[in-house]
């Protein structure tokens, strides 16, 4: 007898967040940029326009061309499915939509003059997030630990002596947002056992 393989769709937020990710670079692509800095990028602008705020939020789903783009969905691609199995969709979106937030608005007081657009603090947010999957009460990970050292180490070595176009700040906030929200979900989980 033969097995039926079927196709699951495992993973619909971080699936969405990809489909729309890649619909915003295409969209970007076809308008030359235009979309990309009306709707999917944050910087300094008038609070009386609507669309700052939709900015604060919509920047993680522009990136500036198909490499960045790659960067930042398939390690999403990689970590977000485990997260939204032990954490639930719900969960997995607040965190996305805490970490746009948070960075957004950080971006838009302190950076006036920065374009910000791309995943890749909720990436960070994912990847310390992670490292609480295995965590249990009165404990804390050596797999935090270690990863918040490379990981924010890392950035904070590259924000300071390596001069690039990549956001540091932003992905050491979105760790914090990742550390920070996995830390009250696990705790919470753990409480109603």
Known sequence: MKRKVKISFNSPVVLWFSVISLAALIIGAITQGA????????????????????????????????????????????????????????????????????????????????????????????ILLSSFTSIREGTIPITFILVALIYIGGEIYDGVFVKDNVANLTHIIGGGVGSGLGYVMTKNKMARY
Do not use: C, D
Request: hydrophobic share 55%.
């Open 35 to 126: 979309s990309t800095r009306l709707l999917f990028s944050v910087y300094r602008s008038s609070l009386e326009n609507p669309l700052t705020y939709v900015r604060f939020i919509g920047h993680v789903f522009g990136h500036a061309n198909w490499s960045h783009f790659i960067g930042n969905i398939m390690l999403l691609l990689v970590v977000g499915p485990m997260l939204e199995e032990k954490y639930g969709s719900s969960n997995i979106l607040f965190v996305i939509l805490a970490t746009a937030l948070v960075t957004g608005i950080v971006n838009f007081i302190f950076f006036p003059h920065v374009q910000l657009l791309g995943a890749s603090g909720v990436v960070f947010a994912f």
